[in-house]
């Protein structure tokens, strides 16, 4: 091991030490993530809608219509309780407050009257009264509510057992609650609290505290206390752990037994909403009584009074997403007691997530440092699967409930971390090889090197490419009159400048042949368009030598400016590495080859910087192309049409290219025809010429002794005209 991966191991150890012990603190976004996870995998499969003897009196719009706004008169409440009660409901709880007197009852009501006999009162009927006889004897539960202010606590009508270690200090705890009316509290067969998500700033419920705690007495939900009350049980038995105080397992409630979070919660597994968990209150209490099918529906059912008016502002969000009355949530974890499906987080599963992200971890670390990161890439995706696959069948299949994201964040971090740490330290002398090769190869051809196993062996491949030739005009002048390491300085400075176009344009640097470049496109990866590209780049190459010049870059003095010849031709040619099998070059031979090179010397005879081939003048859309002969290039036993590129798309659209073309053609076809009108022509396109570009003007003054070009041509290019 080099003291570089023995560095690596320790940062990547570190990090996931850090990680580790993170994940055991459990901050809050790891539990807000957690209880994501855990709602779609509710969402992909919730528990099934069953019918079950559970219902929810609604005391929806149309009842609040019927009857009138809430609150309702508690004489209306005991008639609801009268109603349910002769049919047959075995318990009826009451997602309801009943902490202040009932302002409208009738004795209530004289009372405010002013001037009124005080003793007129005492003979009304009081509501709270009609109320409380009604529902004593029967099973009903009432609803309290936890209190900021006090420290009053209700009754529990309920004993309580425990096996293992006491429990009693697992729930939430209460510190007071809100007082009922005393002779509802003492009539009231059982009691429990309605507070769904206590303390839990998350507006989803995802878990219901079925106990509360003062330290020492236990106090049970509404939905527990209505269960016990419809099967006539009198006592909760309570299971802890068998060796730690403080942890709730599970409950036993009558026949049923409850798993429980250590916090004494349920985890809820709901069941999409659905109109048949729902009868209105106006139903029940109809004039001539309710009809026969809410009677059998109710007949046998634990009954939850609440209301899902959006009014009275009980909506809640469920682990699928929907706003469901608060009410309707006691009602579910009534049914999934009754059902069976239950959802548990076993209180070993942090413990093994917590040791998940300490072993895969290290695994990734070693992995990455001394393997390669493409296969800790391949570690790390397999245990992704792994992670996802088994907390989801142990979803499916067992209703357990462990994080994959904790470990998976983890590992994607330390992997990202290792990894980065190999391509900036433990790679270094590789990038450093790269970027001294990358002075000599175009990326595309490193590129290709890099990727390909077979690139570095000798052989080419036929490819149609885009040649171009670059040649400094005058260099023998130049050189004359330069001292050798001025010289340098000068090609150094003309050739960067102008080969960086040819990167830009995604060509490939073949070579320096001194004051010479050459380049290719299409080549060694295909190049769309390769021949407008190379137009392009000699475009670009006009304009940085115009600049250089401008700005005196090669120290020459006013007036003394450098020119250039481009030459580019496309056909087919042989490309690859060529050399001996020690040392090659990556090159292009061919007939292409020569024709660009041959082109390039034309630039002085026919008096422009810029020469194509007709071959490469057809695939280029949209430039400024004039006609400039056919010529006879050496090896070559017919004739070469030629263009000048005269400027880009933004030249080719302008009036006065327009104006110069229209001249242009009627110079073309007074030197195939001989006309006497030739030379008055030459002297009308010099005239347009300097109007579009300087450099065109001696291109027409050299047409004259050149005629031959234009009579002997071996086919018309008319592209100019079309353009």
């Not at 042949?513 to 380049?519: C, H, K, N, W, Y």
């Amino acid at each position: 091991m080099t003291r570089v991966q023995q560095i690596g191991v320790v940062i990547g150890l570190a990090i996931v030490a850090m990680l580790t012990l993170l994940r055991a603190g459990d901050p809050g976004i790891f539990k807000l993530i957690r209880g994501v996870t855990f709602d779609e995998y509710q969402r992909l499969v919730p528990r099934t809608f069953e019918p079950m003897p559970v219902r929810v009196i609604d005391i929806d719009e149309t009842s609040l219509r019927e009857f009138g706004q809430w609150p309702w008169p508690r004489d209306r409440m005991a008639l609801l309780v009268d109603r349910l009660s002769e049919m047959g409901a075995s318990a009826i709880a009451f997602d309801v407050l009943f902490a202040e007197p009932d302002r409208l009852s009738p004795r209530n009501v004289v009372r405010d009257v002013a001037g009124l006999d005080p003793s007129l009162a005492e003979k009304l009927p009081d509501n709270d009264e009609i109320f409380a006889r009604s529902i004593a004897g029967k099973p009903v539960v009432l609803g309290f509510g936890l209190s900021n202010e006090g420290n009053y606590r209700p009754p529990v009508k309920a004993g309580f057992a425990f096996t293992g270690e006491s429990p009693v200090s697992a729930p939430p705890y209460l510190g007071a609650s809100t007082p009922l009316r005393p002779q509802l509290e003492a009539n009231a067969a059982g009691l429990g609290h309605i507070s769904l998500n206590p303390g839990n700033p998350s507006p989803v419920v995802r878990a219901v505290p079925l106990f509360l705690t003062d330290g020492e007495q236990l106090y049970p939900n509404l939905a527990i206390e209505a269960l016990r009350v419809a099967q006539g049980a009198s006592t909760y038995v309570l299971s802890g752990a068998p060796d730690r105080a403080g942890i709730m397992t599970s409950a036993k409630v009558g026949d049923f037994v409850v798993p429980l979070t250590a916090a004494g919660e349920l985890w809820l597994y709901v069941s999409p909403d659905r109109a048949e968990r729902y009868i209105s209150a106006r139903q029940v209490l109809a004039a001539g009584g309710a009809s026969p099918e809410v009677a059998a529906a109710i007949d046998g059912s634990i009954v939850f009074v609440g209301t899902s008016a959006a009014g009275l502002q009980d909506i809640r969000v469920t682990a699928l997403g929907e706003n469901v009355p608060g009410v309707s949530l006691h009602a579910q974890a009534v049914e999934q007691i009754l059902s069976g499906h239950f959802l548990s987080r076993p209180d070993w599963a942090d413990g093994l997530e917590i040791l998940t992200i300490a072993v895969v971890g290290c695994l990734l670390v070693v992995v990455t440092t001394f393997v390669s990161p493409a296969v800790a890439l391949i570690c790390g995706l397999l245990i992704t699967a792994m992670a996802l696959v088994a907390s989801w069948l142990s979803f499916l299949y067992a209703g357990l409930l462990f994080d994959p994201l904790a470990p998976i964040v983890s590992g994607s971090i330390i992997h990202f971390a290792a990894t980065s740490f190999r391509i900036l330290v433990i790679d270094r002398e590789r990038r450093a090889v790269r970027r001294a090769f990358g002075h000599y190869l175009s990326p595309s051809l490193l590129h290709r090197i890099e990727h390909t196993p077979d690139a570095l062996r000798l052989g080419g491949d036929d490819r149609e490419l885009t040649v171009m030739f670059v040649d400094v005009r005058s260099f023998t002048e130049i050189s004359e009159r330069l001292a050798p390491t001025d010289v340098v300085a000068f090609l150094n400075t003309l050739l960067d400048a102008l080969s960086r176009h040819v990167v830009a344009h995604e060509g490939t640097l073949d070579k320096f042949i001194g004051d010479s470049i050459m380049a290719f496109w299409n080549a060694p990866v295909d190049v769309a368009d390769h021949e407008t590209k190379a137009v392009r780049a000699a475009l670009a190459m006009r304009e940085t030598l115009a600049e250089l010049n401008a700005g005196d870059a090669f120290g020459f003095g006013p007036g003394q400016e450098v020119g250039i010849g481009i030459g580019i031709h496309t056909g087919l040619a042989c490309v690859g590495n060529m050399g001996a099998k020690t040392r090659f070059n990556y090159s292009a031979v061919g007939d292409a080859v020569n024709v660009a090179a041959r082109l390039e010397s034309c630039c002085k005879e026919v008096g422009f910087d810029i020469l194509i081939s007709d071959s490469t003048a057809r695939s280029v859309r949209g430039m400024a192309l004039i006609e400039a002969g056919a010529i006879p290039l050496k090896g070559k036993s017919s004739r070469t049409q030629i263009l000048a590129v005269v400027g880009d798309e933004r030249v080719a659209a302008s009036a006065e290219f327009a104006a110069l073309v229209v001249v242009h053609q009627q110079l073309m076809q007074a030197l195939l025809s001989h006309s006497k009108n030739t030379r008055k022509l030459i002297g009308t396109a010099k005239l347009r010429a300097v109007q579009v570009i300087g450099g065109l003007a001696e291109f027409y003054q050299r047409i004259s002794g050149r005629t031959d070009h234009f009579r002997e041509v071996p086919g018309r290019f008319e592209k100019s005209a079309a353009d």
